[in-house]
T-cell receptor, first 116, second 116 residues
Framework: DGGITQSPKYLFRKEGQNVTLSCEQN?????MYWYRQDPGQGLRLIYY???????QKGDIAEGYSVSREKKESFPLTVTSAQKNPTAFYLC???????????????FGSGTRLTVV | AQKVTQAQTEISVVEKEDVTLDCVYE???????LFWYKQPPSGELVFLIR??????QNEISGRYSWNFQKSTSSFNFTITASQVVDSAVYFC?????????????FGKGTMLLVSP
C-alpha cells in the first residue's frame, strides 16, 4: 500500500544536539511538507519542497534544515539553534503544485520529539 | 495572507447528539480550496473533504455534512448522530490555488469528545 512513513515515532534529544527525522513516501508525489504541531497551536509549516533539490521555507523555518535528494525522501533536521524543539512533527506529501489545483495532503503518523 | 479560524477549542457531546464544528476563513484570492481533516489519538491526519471556491453546494457523506457559504466565509462541518469513534481533533484548512504555490494553512483545531 502507498503511504508516508515517518521514523522514529518517538525521539529524545539532549540540549545542544542535532537530530534528524525521517520521512519517506511511495505515492510518487512531487511535493512534500513538514509541519510542527504544538498543543492549541494547530499545524505550522516548517519547510516544503516541490521538486528534487529544491525547497522553500515555511512560516517557522528558523532552527530547522531539510534536504530533498530523492523524490521519495524529505528528512528534517532539528538543529541546536531551535530553542523550543519539543513538539509533534508531521510530514505530508501531495501531487504537483504546478497545476494551480490544491490537492489534499497525505500525512505520515508523526514523530514526537522531546528535549531531555 | 490567508487565515483560518476555528473558534471552538473543545466540544463535548453525548453519543447520538448532532454537533457542528465551525470554520471561518480569510483570503484575498477568488480561487481557493477548503479542507477538513480528522486527527484521531494515533496522530495521523485523515483527509475528509476538499471543496473549491466555485462549488458552494453542500455535501453529505454518511453522517458527515459540510455547509460552504462564501457570503460569510464559512465552511462548517456537521456530524449527525455522533459516535464515540468520532472523538478526535478536527482541522479546517485553506489553500490558495496558484501554480507552484499552494500550501495549506490550518486552523488551530477543534477537539471533539463524544461520550457514551
Amino acid at each position: 500500500d502507498g503511504g508516508i512513513t515517518q521514523s522514529p515515532k518517538y525521539l529524545f534529544r539532549k540540549e545542544g544536539q542535532n537530530v534528524t527525522l525521517s520521512c519517506e513516501q511511495n505515492l510518487n508525489h512531487d511535493a512534500m511538507y513538514w509541519y510542527r504541531q504544538d498543543p492549541g497551536q494547530g499545524l505550522r509549516l516548517i519547510y516544503y519542497s516541490q521538486i528534487v533539490n529544491d525547497f522553500q521555507k515555511g512560516d517557522i523555518a528558523e532552527g530547522y534544515s531539510v534536504s530533498r535528494e530523492k523524490k521519495e525522501s524529505f528528512p528534517l533536521t532539528v538543529t541546536s539553534a531551535q530553542k523550543n524543539p519539543t513538539a509533534f512533527y508531521l510530514c505530508a506529501s501531495s501531487k504537483s503544485l504546478d497545476t494551480g489545483v490544491a490537492y489534499g495532503y497525505t500525512f505520515g503518523s508523526g514523530t514526537r520529539l522531546t528535549v531531555v | 495572507a490567508q487565515k483560518v479560524t476555528q473558534a471552538q477549542t473543545e466540544i463535548s457531546v453525548v453519543e447520538k447528539e448532532d454537533v457542528t464544528l465551525d470554520c471561518v476563513y480569510e483570503t484575498r484570492d477568488t480561487t481557493y480550496y477548503l479542507f477538513w481533516y480528522k486527527q484521531p489519538p494515533s496522530g495521523e491526519l485523515v483527509f475528509l473533504i476538499r471543496r473549491n471556491s466555485f462549488d458552494e453546494q453542500n455535501e453529505i457523506s454518511g453522517r458527515y455534512s459540510w455547509n460552504f457559504q462564501k457570503s460569510t466565509s464559512s465552511f462548517n462541518f456537521t456530524i449527525t448522530a455522533s459516535q464515540v469513534v468520532d472523538s478526535a481533533v478536527y482541522f479546517c484548512a485553506l489553500s490558495e490555488a496558484r501554480p507552484g504555490y499552494s500550501t495549506l494553512t490550518f486552523g488551530k483545531g477543534t477537539m471533539l469528545l463524544v461520550s457514551p
